[in-house]
C-alpha cells in the first residue's frame, strides 16, 4: 500500500464510529427510509386531529396573613413577607380535596345557572361534558377531574402563583381558573378568622344568655317591690350593692373571657401538638416562670386598685393606680414574651411559628386572666360579708337589686366584648390577592403542530438509526476490514461484488481478470498477487499456495482463479489446482471435463500431460480434480500427494490450490501441512466472525504459514471512503498509479 494510501486509512480509521452507522444505513437504507416515513405520517396525522386546547390563568398575590384592627399582640417579626417555604404551603392546600370540593360545587352551581353556553368541558386529558339538564354529574367527579386539569405554581422568586386551566373550551378554562381563585380566596380567609369567629360565637352565645338573665332579674325585682310595698334603698346599701354587682359583672366577665380564651387555647394546642408535640412542654416553662407570672399578677392588683378608687370616689385609704404604671408593667411583659417568640423563631420551621405565637399570647392572657379573677374572688369575700351585715328585712331586697345590676353591668360587659370580637373578625383580611383574573383565550396555547410533526421526525431518525444500529449489534456476521483487523486476522485485500454473475457467484464474469483487465475487481486481484508475493521475506519464496474459506458459498473458487490468473499476467508460470474433492468447481468454470484430474494421476489412469489443461491466459494451466474417491482425506495426506505438489513447484513459478472449506471438512487441514502458505476468503455480510477465528485457529494449530485473508465481495461504495479511494487508482484508465 502506498504511503498516501496508508495514511489516509489510519485517519479515517480513527474516527468511523459515526461513519460506520451511516454505512450500515447505506447498506439497508430502506428498513431505515420505512420507520422514518412511519414516524412522519403518524406524527402528522396525531398533529391533525389534535384538538386545540386554551389556557387561562388567574394570578394571586399571597401574603403572610395579620391580625385584626383590634389585634395587636402578634409580635412586628410575625407579619413580614412570607418564604417559598410558605408559598409552597399554600399551594398544597390548594391541591387539596377540601378545596378541590368547593371548587367542584361551585363549578356545579355556576354551570348549570349560567345561561350559555350549553355545554362546558373540563379538562382534555381526562375530559367530559357537563351540561345544564344534566342530572348524572357528581361533585366528586367533577374534584377528581380538576385534579388533572388545574395547574397551579410558583412564580420562581417571587410570591405569586398561577392557577393555570387547559380546556378545549376557552371558556371553560377562564370560568374554571376564576372559581377556583375566588373559592380559595373566600376559603383562606375563613381559615384566617377561625380563631376570631370561634371567640364571637362563643361570646353571642353568652349575650344571649345573659340578657335573658336580665330581664328575668328585672321581672324578679318588680314583682318583689310590688308584693312588699319596697320603693328605694337607703344611699349606703345602694353604694355597697353597686360595688358589689359591679365586681360580680367584672368576675363572671372575667370567667367567661377564661373560657373563651380556654376554648381557643385548646384548639391551637391540638393543632400545635400534631406539628410538633416537643415543643408543648417549652411552652408551659416558658409562660410559667416567676418573673411573668409576677407581672401579670401586679398588673392585675394595680387594674382593681384603679377601678376600687374609682367606684369609692377616692374615699379609700389606698392611692390610685396611674395609668402610666400600668402601662410600664404591660411593656415589660411584651418585652419578655417577644423574647419568648423570637427564642423558638431560630430553630422551628416557619409552618409552626405562627401557631406558637398565638398559644404563646393565649397562654399569657390565660394567666392574666386567672390572676384576676383570683382578686376579684377576694374582693368579692370582703364585699360579701358587709353585705350579710345588712338587716334581714332589707337583704332579700338587696339580694334582688344586686342580682339585676350584677346582670346588667355584666351584659353591657358581654356586648362589648361581642362588638369587639365582631370587629375583630371582619377587620381580619386574608393573606389572597387576585391581581389578574383569567380571560378567555382567542389562542390555543396546544398544540404546537410544527414541534410535533418535527419530533415525529427525529423520532423516526433516532429509531430508524437505532434499528440499524440494533440489527448492526447482534449481527456476528464480517461486515467491514476493521472488524477482521480488532482480532489480529491479517487482511490481504478486499475484492468488490463481480458484476454480472449468476446465483451462487456462478454464471458468466467470474474469470475477471481474464475477460475485464481493466475493471475494479481485476484491479483488486492485482494487489492481492502483490502482497501474497510479499507476505514471505527470505529465500524461500512462496510458489505453493492454498485458498481456502471457513465455510461454503464464500467465493474460495472465484478468488483461487482470478489469483491465478493475475500471477500469469505478471509473466509468472502459474498452475491452478482443484484440490476440492467433494464439490469441484475450476472445471466448469473454464468450460472443461472433470476428468481426466489429479486423482486419476495418481491412480494412474492418466498421464501428466494428459492433466495438465492450458486456459485463455498463455501462463495459466489447470489441473481439475478428476475422479472423485470415495476417501478424499486420506488421498490428499498421502506421500503421492506431497510427490505430486514438489513436482508442480519444480515446474511452475506458482501453484494455486482451490480446496473444500476448512470448517466442513479436514481435507483443508492435510493440505494447508503441504503447501508454502494459506488464505482463507470470507464474504462480506455472509461470513459469520467466530467461523472464521476458527477457521485461522485450525490452520495454525497445524503450524502452518496463515498469511491472511480476503474479504470477498466487499462494497466500496457503501460508506468506506478510504478502500473506494485506494482502488480508484487501479480504476483510471488515464493514470494508474502503483500502491504495492
Known sequence: MSEYSEKEFDSENSSRSFKDLLNLVRNDPYPVFIIIFSCLIISIVFALQYRDIYRSTASLKISKPKGGVLDGSLSPELQGLTDDRFILTEIEI?????????????????????GTPDSFMIGFDHSFHITKNEKKISIGDISKNLEYSVIIEQRKGMNIVDISVESPSPFSAALIANIYANVYKRFNLEVNRDQLTMVKDFLLTHVQEKQQALKESDSSLSQFQTKNEIISLDDQTKTLISQLSSFEAQRDGASIELAATDKALAQLEDEFHQQNPQVQSYID??????????????????????????????NDQISKPSDEQIDILKAKLKAKTDVMKQSIFATNPEAIKDL?????????????????????????????????????????????QRKREASEKLFSLLEEKYQEALINEQSQPGNIFIFDNAVKSSIPSKPNRSLIILVGLMAGIFAGFGYVFIKDYFDDRIKSPEELEKRNINILAWVPVIENMGANGKGTGEFIVAEKPDAMPSEAFKALR?????????????????VTSAAPGEGKTVISVNLAGAFAQDNKKTLLIDADLRKPRIHSLFNQLKSPGFTDYFFENATLDEIIRPSQLENLHIITTGTLPPN??????????????????????????????????????????????????????????????????????????FIGTVLNKFSYK???????????????????????
Open 94 to 114: 390548594m391541591k387539596s380535596s377540601t378545596v378541590r370540593k368547593n371548587v367542584a360545587q361551585a363549578l356545579y352551581d355556576s354551570i348549570k345557572s349560567v
Open 285 to 314: 416553662a416558658q409562660t410559667n416562670q416567676p418573673y411573668v407570672l409576677g407581672l401579670q399578677e401586679q398588673i392585675a392588683k394595680l387594674q382593681i386598685q384603679k377601678d376600687l378608687v374609682s367606684k369609692n370616689g377616692g
Open 356 to 400: 406558637y405565637a398565638k398559644i404563646l399570647d393565649a397562654k399569657v392572657k390565660k394567666r392574666g386572666l386567672s390572676t384576676q379573677l383570683n382578686l376579684l374572688n377576694d374582693i368579692l369575700k370582703k364585699y360579701e360579708a358587709q353585705f350579710n351585715k345588712l338587716p334581714i328585712t332589707t337583704i332579700k331586697y338587696a339580694q334582688l
Open 530 to 546: 502483490t502482497r501474497v508475493q510479499f507476505s514471505k521475506v527470505g529465500k524461500n519464496i512462496l510458489k505453493t499456495i492454498l
Open 632 to 705: 478424499p482425506s486420506e488421498l490428499l495426506g498421502s506421500k503421492r500427494m506431497a510427490d505430486f505438489l514438489n513436482e508442480m513447484r519444480d515446474r511452475y513459478d506458482v501453484v494455486i490450490l482451490d480446496s473444500a472449506p476448512i470448517i466442513a471438512v479436514t481435507d483443508t487441514e492435510i493440505l494447508s501441512r503441504l503447501v508454502d502458505a494459506t488464505m482463507v476468503v470470507v464474504s462480506t455480510d455472509s461470513t459469520l466472525l467466530n467461523l472464521v477465528e476458527k477457521a485461522v485457529q485450525l490452520i495454525k494449530n497445524d503450524y502452518s504459514l
Open 718 to 740: 457503501a460508506g468506506y471512503g478510504p478502500y473506494y479511494k485506494y482502488y480508484y487508482y487501479y480504476s483510471d484508465k488515464k493514470e494508474t498509479k502503483s500502491i504495492s
